[in-house]
């Protein structure tokens, strides 16, 4: 079992352009979580998805922000338009029930120049 | 909704000693309280929790305590080792997914 793989691990965008980000949950694992930290700061909540569907999207910006998380393949964040303040670490965590017991991936760490 | 602070924001110790991190929550429906290890760069990783129907567990020379009529729950590192320099976050949840996150705790083992 390889865990939770975020890809990639570091990502640098001009402002204006889109990052996306990509989770693939641990086998067997259907609930998957995206979380965003500031430097020197907790995690941020942003979004809860199950296959094809968005439980939970409170934590995430209602522009320029969105999340899937399809029948087949990774979870993937997006974010358009990316501005300075978008720079962080975006980690994914995913767990088999929708417990918070969850494992999180390495993380993706997003620099916006 | 639910609110989770962290203390101290700094702690260094004398390897060898001991280290207690506090944290309290204010919704009282809360009743999972993980804490996690993050080293830099790296994720954060589960290093123990405690459920609401608890008071106290205890993983080797991890312990964490849990005060539901206060609200506050803490972790306890004895015998502190030069490996368990990292920070530390508490986190609260008051339904089964979403986790509430202190600010975390920076933890310097002096040699």
């Known amino acids: 079992n390889a865990g939770v793989m975020q890809n990639p691990r570091h990502l640098v965008r001009r402002r204006g352009q889109e990052a996306r980000l990509r989770c693939s949950p641990m086998k067997g694992h259907s609930h998957v979580y995206w979380y965003r930290q500031l430097p020197e700061e907790g995690l941020k909540f942003m979004v809860y998805?199950?296959?094809?569907?968005?439980?939970?999207e409170s934590g995430m910006p209602k522009e320029r922000f969105s999340a899937e998380f399809p029948k087949e393949g990774p979870s993937i964040l997006r974010i358009q338009q990316v501005v300075r303040g978008d720079s962080a670490a975006y980690f994914c965590?995913?767990?088999?029930?929708?417990?918070?017991?969850?494992?999180f991936g390495q993380g993706t760490r997003l620099t916006v120049v | 909704g639910e609110n989770v602070e962290q203390h101290p924001s700094t702690l260094s110790v004398q390897e060898g000693d001991s280290a207690v991190i506090k944290c309290t929550y204010s919704?009282?429906?809360?009743?999972?309280f993980p804490w996690y290890k993050q080293e830099l760069g790296k994720r954060p990783q589960l290093i123990i929790d405690i459920r609401s129907n608890v008071g106290e567990k205890k993983d080797q020379r991890i312990a964490v305590t849990l005060n539901k009529t206060a609200k506050h729950f803490s972790l306890h590192i004895t015998e502190t080792q030069p490996e368990d320099s990292a920070v530390y976050f508490c986190a609260a949840s008051t339904d089964n997914y979403q986790l509430i996150w202190g600010a975390g705790t920076k933890l310097i083992i002096k040699p």
């Open positions: 998805l199950q296959k094809e569907n968005i439980i939970d």
């Open positions: 919704d009282s429906a809360s009743n999972y």
């Open positions: 965590a995913s767990s088999p029930t929708g417990a918070p017991e969850a494992f």
